[in-house]
């Protein structure tokens, strides 16, 4: 049943990736509200993750395996948020102030351009590894539903 599953998703997203036409992976937010929203959303996503680790901390949960690994991606997933907030508001205050951007070249002026460089660049340090533990953890709690439902 799960074979089948992964191969029907597997080929939905291969037509998915050949036949479309443009892939709109960017969404610019409209000023001032989109951006408001999004960093909310940025704030209640890691308010979650933190809530997620404190759940995850106690003893009941955390003997079972795959828990603690997903305990790590709440935790990188934390860091991203906070990371990210900080890079969209640097990247905010550029924008506001004008001529830093010239063709696709970052001028490092002052400390929002360094903010937005220095934190757009290390955001990548806490997204991969957040899913990495995140699929480590769902195998290894699979792994340990699938034994004990035998």
């Known amino acids: ?17 050949v ?3 443009q892939a709109f ?13 999004h960093q909310l959303a940025h704030i209640i996503f890691a308010a979650a993750m933190a809530f997620m680790m404190s759940v995850l901390k106690r003893p009941s949960v955390s003997q079972v395996p795959g828990w603690r690994s997903i305990r790590w ?6 860091l991203w948020n906070v990371d990210t907030f900080f890079a969209h508001t640097a990247r905010r205050e550029m924008d506001l102030a004008g001529g830093y951007i010239k063709n696709s070249t970052i001028l490092l002026k ?13 955001e990548y340090f806490f997204l991969v590894p957040a ?15 699938e034994e004990e439902s035998r």
């Open 131 to 145: 899913f990495v533990f995140l699929t480590v953890g769902l195998y290894r709690l699979r792994k340990y539903i």
């Open 19 to 21: 036949y479309a036409p």
């Open 73 to 78: 991606a709440a935790l990188f997933f934390l």
């Open 25 to 37: 992976a960017v969404q610019e937010h409209g000023d001032p509200e989109g951006f408001f929203v």
């Open 110 to 122: 002052d400390l929002p351009s360094y903010g937005y460089y220095i934190l757009s660049l290390i």
């Open 1 to 17: 049943m799960l074979r089948r599953a992964v191969s029907i998703f597997s080929a939905a997203a291969l037509f998915v990736l």
